[in-house]
């Protein structure tokens, strides 16, 4: 199965196999998006044998929940994405879980410290290819705070001690900034 | 288009990709994004923006991931997506049909054997029950039969010695018992015109003989013994009345048992009843 080649279907070929629920969708999604998928995942969990069942469940969720994607509503990226972060916020909230991970919530903190005052990399991140984005700060942490570790804006406008429009607005031109860099 | 661009850049776009915005703030969004393309345009703008985002941020996930979860999907979906084998038949046609009505029909006929054996049981017992009756009522039949013609030959014999009283012409003469047979007794109907003689199975009470022996009757004529015939006894009897052989004139008559078919000389120590003429 590793040494078979990696399938890359088009948004609506995709979209199509997996409403007919044929496998073959399962194994192009995995190729296609599952380190983008384990990507979101890891930034809210960073125990990485729980994200990797996390990203697991993703996938029976997408398979069992595809009648329900609406393509008119957005890429189906989007959605998965969406799939997956909100699994992984429901553990990081779960009682076993926070229980399981009080010791590693100092680890956290230090972490995210660190990257505040930018003083180490984010190890996840450690190894991508050349670091092409070059957000700017102030942008960057917004938009990770939102994106990818689970934060509701409003939560990061209290994080961050910044007006909830100033939040937005940081967003948005965060994402202005991908947009020019990918487009 | 004022309007248009204030919303695009209000940034409730860019929320609503990151799944930040209500329900009822994600229908408005839609309903914007249905009713003017450059909304719709700039949603997919945001989208791939933050997918390529994701995809720089990928983490690889480890080797033996994929396998398992492909194998999840595998055994839990593939298996389903497989045609279904063709199952031929080893026989042509529609055999499952007639299989199953054959097993109906089989069970049927079980059932059916079960309940003739058990009818065939009960009959049998009826019928040798029967056979018991039958048997002993053509036992009471015989037995009454029996009776029966006892009853008329004893009744023939009565008739005829009521017949002899009624005349005069009978002359009724005495067997008693001898020595060896003392109970024996007997009575002679003598005619006194034609002088024959009569016997009476119904008047007579003498020793029985076996096969092959019987009584013969005799007549003392002037002290010589004359034979007036053999007689059987009266099981054997036909008739309760004999006719025997006639004599003009004895002092006497007396019964002997002699060997079947009768004797020459009545064998003396074989004599059972005698009696002497009174008249």
């Not at chain 1, 990203?55 to 008119?72: C, P, R």
């Not at chain 1, 996840?124 to 990770?144: A, H, R, S």
């Not at chain 2, 719709?40 to 979860?69: Q, R, T, W």
């Not at chain 2, 007579?204 to 013969?216: G, I, N």
Request: charged share 25%; hydrophobic share 40%.
């Amino acid at each position: 199965m590793a040494t078979t080649k990696k399938i890359s279907l088009s948004e609506e070929e995709l979209v199509n196999a997996l409403k007919r629920q044929d496998t073959v969708a399962i194994k192009a999604l995995y190729d296609m998006y599952s380190g983008a998928l384990l990507g979101v995942i890891s930034r809210i969990i960073q125990h990485t044998e729980v994200a990797e069942d996390l990203l697991q469940e993703t996938f029976v969720k997408i398979w069992n929940s595809a009648g329900s994607y609406d393509a008119s509503k957005g890429r189906l990226f989007t959605w998965m994405m969406n799939v997956a972060r909100n699994l992984a916020i429901d553990k990081l909230r779960s009682k076993d879980f926070k229980n399981a991970n009080k010791n590693q919530d100092i680890e956290n903190n230090v972490d995210f410290i660190d990257q505040q005052k930018k003083v180490s990399f984010n190890a996840d991140v450690l190894g991508l290819k050349d670091m092409v984005i070059n957000l700017k700060p102030e942008f960057k942490d917004v938009l990770d705070m939102v994106y990818f570790k689970g934060y509701t804006h409003v939560e990061a406008a209290e994080e961050l001690n910044l007006p909830l429009g100033t939040v937005k607005t940081r967003v948005r031109m965060a994402i202005l900034e991908l947009r020019k860099k990918f487009n | 288009m004022e309007e248009v661009k204030a919303y695009i850049e209000s940034g409730i776009l860019e929320l609503y990709v990151l799944g930040q915005l209500n329900t009822q703030e994600c229908s408005e969004v839609e309903a914007m994004a249905n009713k003017y393309p450059e909304v719709k345009a700039e949603l997919s703008a945001i989208e791939l923006a933050l997918e390529s985002y994701a995809l720089e941020n990928a983490v690889a996930p480890s080797s033996a991931l994929e396998e398992k979860i492909l194998a999840q999907f595998n055994t839990n979906t593939i298996t389903e997506k497989l045609p279904e084998p063709k199952v031929v038949p080893l026989y042509e046609g529609q055999k499952d049909g007639t299989v199953r009505t054959l097993r109906f029909a089989l069970i049927a006929c079980s059932i059916l054997l079960v309940v003739s054996l058990g009818a065939l049981f009960s009959a049998h017992n009826d019928l040798s029950q029967a056979n018991e009756q039958i048997a002993t009522l053509s036992l009471d039949k015989e037995k009454f039969a029996s009776t029966v013609s006892k009853l008329q030959f004893d009744k023939s014999g009565m008739e005829n010695r009521i017949a002899m009283t009624e005349t005069n012409e009978w002359a009724t003469v005495k067997l008693a018992g001898v020595k060896d047979s003392p109970k024996a007794k007997m009575l002679v109907y003598w005619n006194k015109n034609n002088k024959n003689i009569l016997i009476n199975y119904a008047a007579m009470d003498l020793p029985k003989t076996d096969q092959a022996h019987e009584y013969q009757l005799w007549a003392l004529v002037d002290g010589k013994p004359v034979s007036l015939g053999v007689f059987g006894n009266t099981d054997n009897a036909k008739e309760a009345v004999k006719q025997m052989e006639t004599i003009a004139k004895a002092q006497a008559f007396a019964v002997t048992i002699e060997p079947t078919g009768g004797s020459q000389n009545p064998t003396m120590e074989k004599m059972v009843v005698m009696g002497g003429v009174t008249i």
